[in-house]
T-cell receptor, first 115, second 112 residues
């Protein structure tokens, strides 16, 4: 157990809908990252937050957005869902601070299926 | 931006043999190189990492080497066991939130 939690574990929805994925980082970690992993594919970095502020952006679609709250949990919002958005969405956290990259610990993931 | 290539995409070895996976990166600003192991349906788990000020790091049967000049790094697993079978991802990361790029993965199968 990495200490990173994600809910829900599974999510089935229809095209055009909107969903919210939730992540709680390890105790003490200020940095949260979101990744998308399509079937048998690699990990695509979406976005990073540090202590409530967006820190880095990867290949995140405009239909997707995220935020990190004062209690450090983070939410990833996916809207106008398409079939191709079906994937595993991982959250990771680290003690990243002052520019020194630290180990990222991954949560168990949320499996999203868009029908 | 950063680009990470990983080879081979699949690797089969006999139990007890060694396995080597190689990654190359493009951005010289990358300075942190973790390796993750992902078993089917599970989360990626860090197995070893190396920073750019170190050339080699070892942890029991696992070792990682880094050649900054050539911009490549490799994962070495010795005395492989069936439980080593998984997908292995390398990654290259830089400071200040730059370059969170993972390689495409290597599916390792250790045959008994």
């Amino acid at each position: 157990d990495s200490g990173v939690t994600q809910t829900p574990k599974h999510l089935i929805t229809a095209t055009g809908q909107r969903v919210t994925l939730r992540c709680s980082p390890r105790s003490g970690d200020l940095s949260v990252y979101w990744y998308q992993q399509s079937l048998d594919q690699g990990l695509q970095f979406l976005i990073q937050y540090y202590n409530g502020e967006e820190r880095a952006k990867g290949n995140i679609l405009e239909r997707f957005s995220a935020q990190q709250f004062p209690d450090l949990h983070s939410e990833l919002n996916l809207s106008s869902l398409e079939l191709g958005d079906s994937a595993l969405y991982f959250c990771a956290s680290s003690s990243w601070d002052r520019g020194r990259e630290e180990t990222q610990y991954f949560g168990p993931g949320t499996r999203l299926l868009v029908l | 931006g950063e680009n990470v290539e990983q080879h081979p995409s699949t690797l089969s070895v006999q139990e007890g043999d060694s396995a080597v996976i190689k990654c190359t990166y493009s951005d010289s600003a990358s300075n942190y190189f973790p390796w993750y192991k992902q078993e089917l349906g599970k989360r990626p788990q860090l197995i070893i990492d190396i920073r750019s000020n170190v050339g080699e790091k070892k942890d029991q049967r696992i070792a990682v080497t880094l050649n900054k000049t050539a911009k490549h790094f490799s994962l070495h697993i010795t005395e492989t066991q069936p439980e080593d079978s998984a997908v292995y991802f390398c990654a290259a990361m830089g400071n200040y939130g730059q370059n969170f790029v993972f390689g495409p993965g290597t599916r390792l199968s250790v045959l008994p």
